[in-house]
């Protein structure tokens, strides 16, 4: 079967660091993704993994470990805006572009 | 270039009746994919369409049906609309060997 799991809700400090984490049991791999998505508004696409490792973009980084059907985002020098839902979808081989989501990880960021 | 584009919305129907939602892809990309989002069950793949034909579809009842056209902008019609319908509609659209797919504002629906 497929299944995404993420925390529900975390609350982090400005200028913190905070790891959204996200597991997966998907039938068959072809990347995993991280979005971003304002209340109201579109997901916005933060970054793709397909291989083991960290992938660093300015403030965001994420990692997969395809072993542990395992990834993280991590957001470094927290800002308010930061504060939003984070999805995390998985692409299944064979799926051309069909994304399975999580049911995402809503971050509020505090002074 | 100019991001994807979801007309109307913001839509209100009532039970029964039928819907079309548009959208137009990024300039170039010729795969459309179709999500509904709602609160209890997130975002909920509908189907992806490529150069006219669906290519995947996820575990929607008949009522929701698609079709793309040969400008790759894309169609989406829910017919006998139910209260459970209520969600926002979003697409989204990837270029030939991207994996990165690109969302749209959406459409919301309100069913009464």
């Known amino acids: 079967g497929q299944n995404i799991d993420q925390p529900t809700e975390m609350t982090a400090t400005e200028g913190a660091i905070v790891q959204i984490n996200c597991t997966y049991q998907t039938s068959g791999f072809n990347g995993l993704f991280w979005y971003q998505q304002h209340a109201g508004e579109a997901p916005t696409f933060l970054s793709y993994?397909?291989?083991?490792g960290l992938e660093e973009k300015g403030r965001f980084s994420s990692f997969l470990s395809r072993s542990k059907g395992y990834s993280y985002l991590l957001l470094k020098e927290l800002q308010m805006k930061d504060s939003a839902s984070y999805l995390c979808?998985?692409?299944?081989?064979?799926?051309?572009?069909?994304?399975?989501f999580g049911a995402g990880t809503r971050l509020a960021v505090h002074p | 270039k100019a991001g994807v584009t979801q007309t109307p919305r913001y839509l209100i129907k009532t039970r029964g009746q039928q819907v079309t939602l548009s959208c137009s892809p990024i300039s170039g990309h010729r795969s459309v994919s179709w999500y509904q989002q709602t609160p209890g069950q997130g975002l909920q793949f509908l189907f992806e369409?490529?150069?006219?034909?669906?290519?995947n579809k996820g575990n929607f009842p008949g009522r929701f049906s698609g079709r793309q056209f040969s400008n790759s902008r894309s169609e989406m019609n829910v017919s006998t609309l139910e209260l459970g319908d209520s969600a926002l509609y979003l697409c989204?659209?990837?270029?030939?060997?991207?994996?990165?797919?690109?969302f749209g504002p959406g459409t919301r629906l309100l069913v009464l």
């Open positions: 989204a659209s990837s270029g030939t060997g991207q994996e990165t797919q690109y």
């Open positions: 979808a998985v692409k299944e081989s064979g799926g051309y572009n069909k994304l399975i």
């Open positions: 993994n397909v291989l083991d």
């Open positions: 369409y490529f150069s006219e034909t669906q290519r």
